[in-house]
């Protein structure tokens, strides 16, 4: 299993980022696809999730509204829109299979997102 994030940054408070997410090595079009993110000294935690026909994912409360997630099952990729970012969402954003539990216990290395004035 190989997981890639990308897209991460350093923004403002009310700007927008979109992470991507590609995917090898294993069936990507038979799993529920996640994202994560984690902030030191703290447990990673659930965002969001999309099911494999990518129909009616659902959110965490601090996704709900502003973020949106999408995949491709033809690139075996998976996105996340942020807008309206705020300071707390400052953190390490990483992707997995499942939802909202990680099906895979190798992880990427994350996409950095720093949001601050």
């Known amino acids: 299993v190989e997981l890639a994030e990308s897209g991460g940054g350093s923004v403002q408070p009310g700007e927008s980022l979109r992470l991507s997410c590609v995917t090898s090595?294993?069936?990507?079009?038979?799993?529920?696809m996640s994202w994560y993110r984690q902030v030191p000294g703290k447990a990673r935690e659930w965002v969001a999730g999309i099911p494999r026909s990518g129909i009616d994912p659902t959110y965490s409360e601090i996704a709900k509204g502003r973020f949106s997630i999408s995949r491709d099952n033809e690139r075996s990729t998976i996105s996340l829109q942020m807008n309206n970012l705020k300071p707390e969402d400052t953190a390490m954003y990483y992707c997995?299979?499942?939802?909202?539990?990680?099906?895979?216990?190798?992880w990427g290395p994350g996409t950095q997102v720093t949001v601050s004035p």
């Open positions: 997995n299979g499942g939802y909202p539990n990680p099906s895979f216990n190798r």
């Open positions: 090595g294993f069936p990507f079009f038979a799993y529920p």
